[in-house]
């Protein structure tokens, strides 16, 4: 089956860094890629959909600011938390809409983001 | 808007029984697709199975099936002859039939945990 993988699967950082996560298509085109977000015992979150070539669109209550998303290529989108702080910490997962296939979503393996 | 409800915040199955999950959704879109997913303690989301709203017929992939009823809205996991190895939550998703730009959003329910009793 279709492959997306994440990097890093696990990062700590100190409160104030930055820290960006990659989100790569492996053997598919994606024109379109989403990103949640999940608390602990609880469902995943919608933060995002990202558009290759455009700005990103991003849920209600989201910090655009603060959650950067770069789609540069139909394989690749960036999530960076900028000025993290500890209640940015979470499990981040994206997920990438297959281009030719556009009802197909694969998932990521997630980011496991600790601010200290 | 679209919804999707889980009632089961938690069950128990012996193992090599079977077991449903159940899954109620809300939309007022004519066109919709369901999908379950499992996710492990590793984090990692399985996609399970999918069931068009158009499908006559329920879904069913090995040992997972789909019962879907589409008057009452649902769309209930039926896993059979459990195994240890399906201990974990459980997601039941909607995608609507376009979200805007080109994108196909997936709204998730908030989860079952499974537990396989030996």
């Known amino acids: 089956g279709a492959v997306v993988s994440q990097h890093p699967s696990r990062v700590i950082c100190k409160s104030g860094t930055s820290v960006k996560i990659e989100c790569r298509s492996l053997?598919?085109?994606?024109?379109?890629m989403f990103w949640y977000r999940q608390f602990p015992k609880q469902s995943l979150m919608l933060m995002a959909t990202?558009?290759?070539?455009?700005?990103?669109?991003?849920e209600q209550g989201v910090e655009k600011d603060k959650f950067l998303i770069n789609h540069a290529s139909l394989t690749l989108s960036t999530l960076t938390v900028t000025s993290a702080h500890p209640e940015d910490s979470s499990f981040y997962i994206c997920s990438a809409q297959n281009r030719d296939r556009e009802y197909e979503q694969y998932f990521g393996p997630g980011t496991r983001l600790t601010v200290t | 808007a679209q919804k999707i409800t889980q009632t089961q915040p938690g069950m128990f199955v012996q193992e090599k029984e079977a077991v449903t999950l159940d899954c109620t959704y809300d939309t007022s879109d004519q066109s919709y697709g369901l999908f379950w997913y499992k996710q492990p303690s590793s984090g990692e989301m399985i996609f399970l199975i999918y069931?068009?709203?158009?499908?006559?017929q329920n879904a069913t992939e090995g040992r997972y099936s789909l019962n879907f009823q589409k008057a009452r809205k649902s769309a209930n996991l039926v896993i059979s002859a459990s195994q240890l190895g399906d201990s974990a939550m459980y997601f039941c998703?909607?995608?609507?039939?376009?979200?805007?730009?080109?994108?196909?959003?997936?709204?998730f329910g908030k989860g079952t945990k499974l537990s396989v009793i030996p």
């Open positions: 998703a909607m995608q609507a039939a376009y979200s805007g730009a080109g994108s196909y959003q997936l709204t």
């Open positions: 069931q068009g709203s158009y499908d006559e």
């Open positions: 053997d598919f085109q994606a024109t379109t």
């Open positions: 990202s558009n290759e070539g455009s700005k990103a669109t991003y």
